[in-house]
């Protein structure tokens, strides 16, 4: 089983990914984190993106798609979560031609529903575990006082993003409206889509997309 993950930025895709992962078995592929790892290990492409992803632009669909397409071509799995990906409709034209060539295809795509209000509040609240990815929030999961991740263990490995500040974030919700919003009427159009609530407690939104998988 194949799905997409759709939804502006700080919808929660990522945490949910995770849950896939964890329950499932499933592989998450997050072209940000594909293009993070990419920026951190200081290759020619990295130093492209770091400067876009700063900014809280789109990379080139040319770029994202490679990331895509050799992922797809050299991991096995059950099924696949697409976590920011695709972005465009030229993405999600590619993503359909590479699934095909696997002798893939797409079964869901979950469209995660959530106010700009609550996005800023749940962006500019946001860490991550450099080690493991797990993700904490301010107000609803704070980071551990003694300094360790809950998830790995490891120590004082808590980071911000750099894209997680009130200006990038604009840009990135305006790419989000601009370019990826139209993808919800080319999911709906192909009888795919499912929209669902993500503004409700993590557990409420794991359980509202289990019920589209085991449709
Ligand atoms: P979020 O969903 O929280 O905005 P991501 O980690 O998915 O964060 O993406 C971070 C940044 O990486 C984006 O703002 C963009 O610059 C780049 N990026 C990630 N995926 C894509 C994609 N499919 N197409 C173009 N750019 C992308
Ligand atoms: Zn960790």
Redesign the pocket.
Known sequence: MNIILLG????G??TQARHLVETRGMVQL????M??AAKDSGSEMGKV?AD??AR??????E??IGLIREQLNTVNAKGFIF??????LA?ADALTELLKNEGESLDAVVEMEVDDEALVAR?TARSTCGGCGEVYNDNTKPEPVDGKCSNCGEAGKFQRRA?DNEESLKT?LM?YYKKTSPLIGYYYAKEMLTRIDGLGAIEKVQGDIAAVLDK
């Open positions: 502006p930025p700080g919808a895709k990522g997050s072209t940000g984190d293009l993070r993106v876009v992803m809280g632009a789109l990379v080139t669909d770029i994202v976590d920011g990906f695709p972005r465009t993405q962006i894209d990135r790419e």
